[in-house]
């Protein structure tokens, strides 16, 4: 199994392009999320999903929206680079076990938006 | 809201001593789970500990252990013997219970303590 992957790993934008990441999980997982890492505030919550074809907002979701058209695929697109979106793009992962949610984290997202 | 603070941006041990990095929550709810997280400069997210606020006993994984003081939200991770590889970034995470159905799983994360390992 190859877990949890992101594409890219690394990108660059100009203020105002427009990108999409990738993240793809070959577990079966019902549940994935997107999460943002900026120095000194953690890991934040963008968008997840809790099956395909449905998706909800986290606890920053503006200047984003994602897509999850495939179970094991779940997009996060930028429409209009902000320099305040430089950050880095963690996806995730998890099953239902009974009250437990096992987040399997992708390897991440360096994105800069200049 | 439920929110984590890491109130110590950095730490620093000598290599085979022991550390303890600091966490407290702010939540309403009674059934939750505390996680420690490890993130290594490969940036790879590396779930270290787990606690269900149910359980009393506080976890241990080998040299790993937190104490958990559900009435003060407090959930400190003590690193024992020390190794150069412990060196990292500290997450810690909460997360709701599912009684509600709908905390599906959502993590809320502290800010991170940067743990420096000396030889």
């Known amino acids: 199994n190859a877990g949890v992957t992101q594409t890219p790993k690394f990108r660059v934008l100009k203020t105002g392009q427009s990108m999409t990441l990738l993240c793809a999980q070959d577990m079966n997982h019902e549940y994935m999320y997107w999460y943002r890492q900026d120095p000194g505030m953690g890991l934040r919550l963008i968008h997840y999903s809790v099956g395909e074809g449905t998706t909800a907002k986290g606890e920053v979701p503006d200047g984003y929206n994602v897509s999850r058209l495939k179970k094991q695929n779940f997009l996060l697109g930028l429409e209009s680079a902000a320099p305040s979106q430089t950050s880095v793009y963690f996806c995730?992962?998890?099953?239902?076990?009974?009250?437990?949610?096992?987040?399997?984290f992708g390897p991440g997202t360096r994105l800069t938006v200049t | 809201a439920q929110t984590v603070t890491q109130s110590q941006p950095e730490m620093s041990v000598q290599e085979a001593e022991t550390v303890t990095l600091s966490c407290t929550y702010d939540?309403?709810?009674?059934?939750?789970?505390l996680f420690w997280y490890k993130q290594p400069p490969s940036r790879q997210m590396i779930l270290v500990i787990r606690q269900e606020a149910y359980k009393q006993q506080n976890a241990t994984e080998n040299r790993f252990s937190v104490n958990f003081q559900k009435a003060a939200k407090s959930f400190s991770l003590k690193i024992s013997d020390s190794q150069l590889g412990d060196a990292a970034m500290y997450f810690c995470?909460?997360?709701?219970?599912?009684?509600?159905?709908?905390?599906?799983?959502?993590?809320?994360f502290g800010q991170g303590t940067i743990l420096t390992v000396h030889p």
């Open positions: 995470a909460y997360r709701s219970s599912n009684a509600g159905g709908t905390s599906y799983g959502k993590l809320t």
């Open positions: 939540t309403s709810e009674s059934d939750y789970y």
């Open positions: 995730a992962s998890s099953y239902r076990q009974g009250g437990h949610y096992e987040q399997y």
